[in-house]
């Protein structure tokens, strides 16, 4: 509906497991985000791109590894995660960064 | 201090009633303001975006008070379909910060 999908939409993982989770946007934007969303928390900016190059790393830790490979698609690598990283991941595009984004439906992670 | 602050709510209010939402930033030099709403479990989707001399798109009223740091949305003629949190969002001078508040929550009921 937004131009913008995620997958998985669910993901269970174990905290020595590796995963990634996909974003794809089909808006011609030249920005992209990722969010995490915890329960009871706002909304927490994790990475920002620019026409492929990352303009922002807001202290993630090194768990959560971005990828974008082309404007259109971004990745969030997962290892040896832990329980308190289970959340909402967002991600969003933007025509430029500061303008309005939309978001994709989220990848729903639960960390055992 | 937060950078986005939001009363939480809920605000319960009746069909038909005018709510208004307040939203105030603590960074003076933030410069786009935005209004999404998020339903339960579900991704945020952009309102409005708030521009300086105010904007009003149907039933829904943005303004943007500099002066005082907020940022206001007042919806009109409530729908039960408006029930949902209401976020604001802020995006300071380096436009690579967006902070989202915590959300105000709106039930309108029949």
């Known amino acids: 509906e937004t131009g913008v999908t995620q997958t998985p939409r669910h993901l269970v993982m174990g905290m020595t497991n590796k995963k990634s989770l996909k974003c794809e946007q089909h808006l011609g934007h030249n920005a992209m985000y990722w969010y995490k969303q915890s329960a009871k928390k706002p909304l927490e900016l994790m990475f920002v791109?620019?026409?492929?190059?990352?303009?922002e790393n807001n202290s993630v830790p090194s768990r959560f590894s971005p990828e974008c490979p082309n404007s259109s698609h971004l990745f969030l690598h997962l290892h040896t995660l832990q329980p308190e990283d289970s959340a909402l991941y967002l991600c969003a595009s933007s025509q430029d960064v500061g303008d309005e984004q939309f978001f994709g439906p989220g990848t729903r992670l639960t960390v055992l | 201090r937060k950078e986005v602050e939001q009363d939480p709510g809920p605000f319960n209010v009746p069909e038909g009633a005018t709510v208004a939402f307040n939203c105030t930033y603590s960074?003076?030099?933030?410069?786009?303001f935005f209004w999404y709403r998020q339903d339960c479990r579900k991704e945020p989707k952009l309102l409005m975006s708030v521009y300086s001399s105010g904007n009003e798109d149907g039933r829904f009223t943005a303004q943007l008070n500099r002066a005082s740091q907020y940022i206001s949305l007042l919806i009109r003629d409530s729908k039960l379909s408006d029930s949902a949190t209401y976020l604001c969002v802020v995006n300071t001078y380096n436009f690579n910060k967006f902070y989202f508040g915590s959300g105000t929550k709106l039930n309108v009921k029949p």
């Open positions: 960074n003076s030099a933030s410069q786009s």
């Open positions: 791109y620019s026409l492929e190059e990352r303009v």
